[in-house]
Structures are given as C-alpha cells and as structure tokens.
C-alpha cells in the first residue's frame, strides 16, 4: 500500500502535510526508512546541538524527538482502537503541555532515542499486525474520521516533517 493509495477523506486535512511530505512511499518501507533517517542523522550529534533552540519558545531537539514518540504513541494507540472496530470519538491531544512535561531536556540522549527505537518497532510490528481489511477501517478522533492505514502514513510524515525542521533549523 502506498500514500497514492489513500484518498484525501482518510484523514482530516491537518494531516494533509505529514502525507504530502512523504511522496509516494509503501506503508512499511517508510516506517522503516524513516526511522533509520532520524537515528542516523541524530546519534552523532555533540550535546550542546541537543539543547539548542533556535528561536525563543522553540522546542530543543531532545524536545522535539521526545515529541515524535508521544504523537507515535498516541497515533498508534489510535490505530489499534481503530483497527478493532472501536467507535469512540477519541480527545486529542495538547502537544505543547505535553513537551513542558516530557523533561525530554533532562533525559540522556541516548535514552531518548533507544526509546524511540522500541517505540517505532511496536509501530511497524502493530501496523504489520493488521489485515487490508483492518487498515482500511474508520475511527473518529476529535470528531475527524481517519483510517487505519492513513493513521500509518501520519506517523511517519510526522517524524519526516520534524526531521527536516532539524535539518534545516537546528543542524
């Protein structure tokens, strides 16, 4: 399956951007490419550039990964619901309360991104997990219908698109 795939009422248009980043990508092979994109391009980096900001209120690297994990959670969590037909409207989620309270900055870096890893694992085995039949079911979150597989794209469009604001921002 591949973002071509998936047509524009699969998700809310908010995410249109973490789709569009993506260009046309298999489902698997971009949480795969994606995350090796983001360690390899992190792992090496000098720890003043892990708590570097910059601009006034921006988030840190270590914030911004620590971000990527709890959207990847929470989108995840989304799909699983989604997948067994669960028809919960689900609450978003404050990104900005939830990086004030991550003390992603105090964290080792190495840590962060271990547990990024583990986290980006379950999403692929999760993802794998589910037949065409479950990745093409609906669920609702903040009143917005989305599917499972679209639920997919958007973590790894997520992580695409806060991977090129380090690179262009940050790096």
């Not at 973002?3 to 993506?22: D, H, M, R, S």
């Not at 994606?34 to 988030?59: A, M, V």
């Not at 991550?102 to 999760?126: C, Q, T, Y």
Request: charged residues 25%; hydrophobic residues 35%; negative net charge.
């Amino acid at each position: 399956m591949t973002t071509l795939q998936l047509n524009e009422n699969e998700y809310a248009p908010f995410y249109k951007g973490y789709i569009n980043v993506l260009g046309d990508v298999n489902l698997y092979e971009v949480l795969n490419d994606s995350f090796n994109d983001l360690i390899e391009t992190l792992q090496k980096l000098p720890e003043e550039k892990l708590t570097y900001r910059y601009e006034e209120g921006k988030w840190t690297i270590k914030e911004l990964v620590q971000h990527i994990i709890d959207a990847e959670r929470i989108l995840s969590y989304r799909a699983l619901r989604f997948s067994r037909n669960d028809a919960t409207d689900l609450p978003g989620f404050n990104e900005d309360w939830y990086v004030d309270n991550s003390n992603g900055n105090e964290r080792d870096f190495k840590d962060i991104l271990n547990e990024f890893s583990l986290v980006r694992k379950a999403s692929i085995s999760l993802f794998q997990s589910f037949t065409s039949e479950m990745l093409a079911y609906t669920g609702s979150s903040n009143e917005s219908d989305m599917t499972v597989r679209a639920l997919g794209f958007i973590i790894a469009g997520h992580q695409t698109h806060h991977l090129k604001v380090i690179k262009e921002k940050y790096l």
